[in-house]
Structures are given as C-alpha cells and as structure tokens.
C-alpha cells in the first residue's frame, strides 16, 4: 500500500489535488489507476480510506498516490476536508471513488479555471458502464447486484469495462424549492447553455474542482450536514450566493457510476432516512432563508438568473425576492481554516503588521525526557517568535517567570494571566497557548485568527497513550490548542481569576478550562464565543501519570456522546506528519 508521508508532501509541486473520499468502495484502485493514466505529473491523488470494513482493493503504487487510512468511518464530508488539509496544491478537486476521467483531464480544467478563482467548475458528466455479470453460457448484464444469470439461472462473474458512455452527456443542473436534485436539460437548448464554458445553477456532487483556499473560505463540505447527500446543492449555493460562478467545462468529462438498484450494489456509506431528512432540511433552511455565511447575493438572484427552472412555481418566485440575506458568523463546529500560507485566512497587509508570540505554562510535575523533548519540538515549531513561560519554578525557557504557588486550576489560570500581562509589555498582538505535555506539530502557530472578537482553538490534535501508544482522536476544544487576540484574553483570564478567588470554596474546580466553550447559564465564567481551525499537521496530547485532567479512552467514559464527537481511534504509527513518534513520547 503507497504511503507518502507528510514531509514529503510538502515539498511536491502539484497543481492539482484530487479528493476521493472512499468507504467500502471495491472500485477505487481502478479509479485511481484511470486518474494517473489520464493526468499529469502536475496532478495528485489523496485518498482517504474512511474506515473500510471489507477487503481494501489494490492500490496503485505511484508517487502522486496518498493514502489516508481512517480505523473507524468519520463520513465522506469529513474524509474530503482530511484530504483538502493535506493538499498544498493551488486547486483541489473532490471526485467520488468509481470514476473514470476523460485524457488530460486536469490540463484542460486547469487552462479553462485560470484567473477565475471565485469559480466552481465540473467537467461534463458521462455514465460509467464499469462492469457487466457475465455467465459460462456468455450470457450478459448489465451492471448491478450481484446474482446468477437471468437467462440461464447459471453463476455469474464480474467483467469489469470501464467505459465513459457517450449518451447521456450532463452540462446542466438545477434543484427545485424542496429542494431536491434535478436535471437541467432545458437549459442546455437555450443559447447560454451551449459552447465550451456554460454556467450552472446546481450540481451533481460527485466531480468539481475550485481553488483551495476558496474550499476552506466557503466550508465547501460541512461535516454539521452529516456524512453525505445534497452536496451539489450546497456546493453550487455557496459560490454563486457569495459572489462566484459555478462553471461546467464542456471540452472534457468525466464518468460516473450510479448506483440506483440497491441490493449490494448500493451506496458504501450508511444512509438512514432520518439523516437524510436532517440534512435536506438544514440545506432548506440555509439556502431558503439567505443564511449561507458570508452571503452576497439573495436565492432569488440565482432563480432570476435561470428563470425558468424546473420545481419553482411563480408563487414561490415571487415570495423569495421579499426575503433578506440574514448576516451570521460561520458555525463553530464546522468551521475549519487551514493553516497554509497560501490561505488568506487574514489580509495580508494587516498579517504582516500583528505581533505574535508564545505563551508556555507548566507545573513542573513532567518529568524528563518528555519535557525536554516537548520544550525542544516547540523552539523548532515556533521559530523566532517571542516566548514566554510561566512555571512554578525557575525554568531556561523563553523569557521565564516562576510564580512561588502551589499546584492547581486556580494557579494555571494565574499563570496564564501573568505571562499574557508579560507578553501585553512586549507588544504582542496574537497569542498561541503551549502546554508542557503537547508535541507541536509544524504550522500551528502560523495561523491568524481572523476575527479579534473571538477565541479560536486548533482541533487537529490527537491524545496518544505513553504507556502503549494507543490513540484517539474526537472534536473538543482544548486549552492547549488556543489561539487568540491578547486584548480578548487578558480581560477573560482577570475575570477568571477574580471569581474563582471570591467564590473560594471548590466550585470553581467543575468549571471549564476552555474560554468560549461553556456560558454563563451552563456554569462557565462568560458567554463569549469561540470557533475551530485545523492545522496542516496533528498535534500530540501524550497522556501520562501527571496529567492534571483525566484521560478518557472510550465514548462510554463520557456524560454525553456531544462531548466526543467524530470519535476516532488509530496506532501512534499511523498517525500522519510524524516520524519516530513512539520514540518521541517515550
């Protein structure tokens, strides 16, 4: 199985990074292998393989293939924002795990997309015949479960094709006011649906290409929708109602294999019907009633702009032109930004011109060589950024300052206090938290929150186990991964240290670390608000005797399944961007 670490990753020239999340899928390796053939060296391939639970097909061994290998399912949403992180390519392109692609392909997409980098774009789509059951008797049918001959009742074998069939060829699609996926064939008779670049309202999900800081900018795959359905929907709406275009080239295709007759030849991803009604109805309620982030344009701007479409009746035409773009922040548990340099996830003029530094707090209670392990990993993380560390002795760490107090939550949080006050005296903008039992991983304090008003927390992280390397991995924000502005901090943090001294008798030991996670009604110490990003490489929470909160190792361990989220679990070995890990926390 090829497996190219992220190290090297880094350093490859792509243009092009093709996302193909897969679960159970026995399809992908011809798939990959008809991408390889019918790209260039200019075009990689990220696979992510979701949790499978049959036998995973033969991969192509190439240098452009990576391999993402999930233990447990995470959803098909979640596994293409993992292939987007490990991208650094310019453009990223999500394409389904059983498809063949027209000869070069990524060439023709990538000269049509030039200089339009507000734009969505898919190739025209063709049907895949990929296989037929075949008998002794040479007997045929066409793809779809399995099952003894229909002619002659004889056992029958897979013939694999793999053929783009030429009729019918999709340019145009559309969604009713349910809304519900359709074809938009009227469309390709009118003048602006012909010629080699044509606009589309909607699309089909399953091939589309934009740049990548436009997929993480727009949230393109919403993991709060769920694992998968409507994608096309929620794709299209988000570039054309913030301002772009989503665009099919017709000088290319590609070719997709429906499955429509069930059986064991349905979908790979568990499908139950009131999933499907949660996300129809939260694509419903986003797009209807103007609510997309970062809006710009109404719904009605898009039905105007395509009148007439299939499913819209003039009543509901002329009832949306009266409802407004409601102004909302993006949501905190789907917002991901990615820490890349190539992502603008703050002006440039205004990046360059913040100050930012490091904040390190300790007990002292580590013991070596993890801590001097630790302390180094986070000079070479943090480069020449200044560095502040507050212990509870004296420490040759950054600028020291050794606070005489004993142990406890009531003195972290003055030792927090106390360094961001030294880092305030110093000029500092931005603040990164950094914990003496956390391995940094490279580009974690390269991201800028873009909003000074909120808490931001990295949840890229993974809590491994030192004694035997066992790993898990679920949605929390930790004080460990925080990030935010110092004139947002030093208030939260006096506050902080004000009630837990007044209140002094314990209740403030149930109270969370987090700023920005638990509010006032819910026992928190304010009602401010905080939002997630990932950064390109994990960083590693190494669980050991001393640490100050306890280690949970199964969902059973928590009040409620809310509190661990996308649960994961793998092997120190097999967690990405890192190599002697296991030497590392030992």
Not at 308 to 316: A, H, L, Q, T, Y
């Amino acid at each position: 199985m090829p497996k190219r670490f992220l190290d090297q990753a880094l350093t490859m020239p792509y243009a092009l990074s093709i996302l193909i999340p897969a679960r159970n899928e026995e399809f992908l390796g011809i798939t990959i292998e008809d991408v390889l053939k019918n790209t260039s060296d200019k075009t990689e391939v990220i696979a992510v393989l979701d949790g499978y639970t049959t036998d995973v097909p033969q991969i192509p061994d190439d240098p452009r293939v990576t391999i993402i290998h999930n233990a447990t399912s995470v959803g098909q949403r979640a596994a293409t924002n993992q292939a987007a992180r490990l991208s650094q390519s310019k453009y990223v392109m999500k394409l389904d795990a059983h498809c063949s692609f027209d000869k070069d392909l990524d060439t023709k997409m990538l000269e049509a997309i030039k200089g339009h980098d507000s734009w969505t774009m898919a190739p025209l789509m063709r049907n895949l015949h990929a296989f037929d059951w075949v008998c002794n008797n040479g007997h045929r049918r066409y793809q779809g479960p399995s099952g003894p001959c229909l002619e002659c009742g004889e056992e029958t074998k897979k013939d694999i094709i793999w053929i783009g069939k030429k009729s019918p060829q999709s340019t145009s699609f559309c969604f009713d006011q349910e809304p519900h996926f359709q074809y938009f064939n009227e469309f390709k008779k009118r003048p602006e649906g012909q010629g080699d670049i044509t606009e589309t309202m909607s699309l089909q999900g399953s091939c589309f290409m934009l740049t990548r800081d436009k997929y993480f900018e727009l949230n393109i795959c919403d993991e709060s929708l769920g694992s998968w359905g409507n994608q096309g929907i929620e794709v299209a709406c988000k570039t054309w109602l913030t301002g772009g275009s989503v665009m099919v080239n017709q000088k290319t295709w590609f070719a997709h294999m429906f499955r429509t007759q069930g059986g064991d030849f349905g979908f790979p991803y568990d499908n139950p019907g009131k999933r499907v009604q949660e996300c129809k109805k939260k694509i419903r309620d986003t797009i209807l009633d103007n609510k997309i982030p970062n809006q710009t344009r109404p719904l009605s701007w898009l039905i105007e702009r395509f009148w007439p479409v299939p499913g819209w009746s003039e009543e509901m035409r002329q009832k949306i032109k009266n409802w407004p773009i409601l102004s909302i922040p993006q949501p905190s548990v789907s917002l991901v930004i990615p820490a890349s340099s190539e992502a603008p996830s703050h002006p440039t003029d205004a990046k360059e011109s913040l100050k930012v530094g490091c904040l390190y707090y300790t007990d002292n209670e580590l013991p070596d060589p993890l801590a001097t392990t630790v302390r180094n990993q986070i000079l070479k993380v943090i480069g020449d950024k200044p560095l502040v560390s507050v212990s509870l002795k004296p420490l040759d760490f950054g600028k020291n300052i050794a606070l005489p107090l004993e142990r406890g939550k009531l003195t972290m949080h003055k030792q927090i206090l106390r360094g961001l006050y030294e880092l305030r005296d110093m000029g500092i903008d931005v603040v990164y938290f950094l914990e003496h039992d956390i391995l940094y991983g490279g580009g974690y304090t390269d991201f800028v929150p873009p909003d000074p008003n909120i808490f931001y927390y990295n949840s890229n992280l993974w809590r491994v186990r030192q004694s035997d390397g066992f790993s898990v991995k679920y949605d929390h924000k930790s004080l460990s991964q925080l990030c935010a502005y110092i004139k947002k901090l030093i208030p939260e943090y006096e506050n902080r240290v004000k009630v837990m001294e007044d209140e002094n008798d314990g209740r403030h030991f149930t109270r969370g670390y987090e700023p920005g996670t638990r509010s006032l009604r819910r026992g928190g110490f304010s009602d401010e608000k905080s939002l997630i990003w990932e950064a390109e490489i994990p960083n590693i929470d190494v669980r050991h005797e001393t640490n100050l909160s306890r280690s949970k190792w199964h969902p059973s361990e928590f009040r409620s399944h809310r509190s661990c989220r996308n649960w994961q679990e793998s092997d120190v070995e097999s967690i990405l961007g890192w190599e002697n890990l296991r030497a590392l926390i030992k």
